[in-house]
């Protein structure tokens, strides 16, 4: 049995992301949307190992007709409540929403109206983000996002979003984002490369990701530095 998931990805990279859905048998891509890529996932693969995605979910509902108006409120919340929540448990539930184009309603309307709606079979508290509130990080995440009338309503499959590297725990100005680095990797073509270069490498992303694709290259980088003047 297949399960319908979404990668969420930096826009304009969303075809390498399929790319590396398809080349890694992740699954079978079904469409390409804004920052998204949908796909029937095959059975038992490890979704958290996608490196040019920003993030995976779990698609828990695709509600059409979805237009401009207020009304559009009300049909997210009844297809919220109308979401199989059996065996979910946590602490707490948060929704993150997008959309694409103007619309009549803001985020913070579409994240309480379908937050509401999925915390309350579950019994958990609801956490909104209004007013720069932030959930606790072991809230159930999940994310609503509509392009034209077509909403996706889905839960994160991991404990924070793809993107957040493991080995990412300080950053320096102009450093690259993780999945983009990924992306460029993957346009190098490093497979089977004996030595990979990065003449400005900054804090190394580029040449970390590499070596997902090219694992028994020589990784060699150089950092360029000016040293602090009198004035500095």
């Not at 103007?102 to 709606?117: H, L, M, Q």
């Not at 889905?154 to 993780?178: F, Q």
Request: a positive charge; aromatic letters at 4%; glycine letters at 10%.
């Amino acid at each position: 049995m297949h399960t319908f998931a979404v990668a969420r990805a930096v826009h304009g990279i969303e075809p390498l992301v399929a790319t590396e859905i398809r080349r890694s048998r992740l699954g079978v891509v079904r469409g390409v949307r804004h920052r998204e890529v949908w796909f029937e996932a095959a059975p038992g693969a490890d979704l958290t190992v996608l490196r040019t995605a920003d993030d995976v979910l779990l698609a828990a509902a695709v509600v059409d007709g979805i237009g401009h108006g207020r009304s559009a409120l009300r049909r997210l919340a009844l297809a919220a409540r109308s979401v199989d929540l059996g065996g979910l448990t946590g602490s707490g539930v948060e929704v993150s929403a997008s959309f694409v184009g103007r619309r009549n309603y803001t985020r913070f309307e579409i994240e309480d109206a379908v937050g509401a709606e999925l915390a309350r079979p579950l019994r958990l508290p609801y956490h909104s983000r209004r007013d720069g509130a932030r959930p606790p990080r072991e809230a159930m995440s999940w994310r609503v996002t509509i392009e034209g009338d077509r909403a996706l309503i889905a839960l994160r499959l991991a404990d924070r979003p793809l993107h957040r590297r493991a080995y990412k725990t300080d950053s320096i100005r102009g450093t690259l984002h993780p999945p983009v680095a990924a992306a460029m990797a993957a346009l190098g073509r490093l497979g089977g490369a004996g030595t990979v270069l990065d003449p400005c490498c900054g804090a190394g992303t580029t040449l970390i990701e590499a070596r997902a694709l090219a694992p028994g290259a020589r990784l060699l980088g150089w950092l360029l530095y000016k040293s602090p003047g009198p004035r500095d």
